[in-house]
Antibody
């Protein structure tokens, strides 16, 4: 059974960079079959796809966040990471990592989510 | 505002049938991309409920069904149960924006 677990600071100051890591167990980020995404959800609001990475390192980002987002993969640790720069209060949200099988367009496994608050 | 439009809330009594709509546009649902649905229980991560419009993952009761037509899709729940009370999100792919979600619908079981 695949499990994803987000980790990182729960509090980030405005204008700084938010950094999160997703650790995958029961599966491999090196698998050529899957894409690995970050998705966020502000309190009481809907879901927003942030971006995704493939095992090769190729990435695709939400156009609305593209200028501030970097997603990377560390196959040796079976992890992938999110960096979001120049954060503001609007970036306060629960951040989820999720898996998508290549050739499909849905997310079949999700992490439990981690709350990141942007505040001074 | 979300790319896909859902009603903010729906409700029904136990045993009844409810439907949740999801309306998109010609760049996502209307372009032929499938619609997927997620169930989010309070305080938990979204869980895949329906994929490719009308397919249930293993373990999802057949009380849940989905359909798609034109630029819209629907999720139907029959024989409503208290445990169905949750937020439901539709999701599709948009040719210009990549993966997009609805704003979510809160289902209340009366």
């Amino acid at each position: 059974q695949v499990q994803l677990q987000e980790s990182g600071p729960g509090l980030v100051k405005p204008s700084q960079t938010l950094s999160l890591t997703c650790t995958v167990s029961g599966g491999s980020v090196s698998s050529g079959s899957y894409y690995w995404s970050w998705i966020r959800q502000p309190a009481g609001k809907g879901l927003e796809w942030i971006g995704r990475i493939y095992s090769s390192g190729s990435t695709n980002y939400n156009p609305s966040l593209k200028s501030r987002v970097t997603i990377s993969v560390d196959t040796s640790k079976n992890q992938f990471s999110l960096k979001l720069s120049s954060v503001t209060a609007a970036d306060t949200a629960v951040y989820y990592c999720a898996r998508r099988l290549g050739g499909t367009y849905f997310f079949d496994y999700w992490g439990q989510g981690t709350l990141v608050t942007v505040s001074s | 505002q979300s790319v896909l439009t859902q009603p903010p809330s729906v409700s029904g009594a136990p045993g009844q049938r409810v439907t949740i709509s999801c309306t998109g546009s010609s760049s996502n649902i209307g372009a032929g991309y499938d619609v997927h649905w997620y169930q989010q229980l309070p305080g938990t991560a979204p869980k895949l409920l329906m994929y490719a419009n009308s397919n249930r993952p293993s373990g999802v009761p057949d009380r849940f069904s989905g359909s798609k037509s034109g630029t819209s899709a629907s999720l139907a729940i029959t024989g409503l149960q208290a445990e169905d009370e949750a937020d439901y999100y539709c999701q599709s792919y948009d040719s210009s924006l990549s993966w997009v979600f609805g704003g979510g619908t809160k289902l209340t079981v009366l």
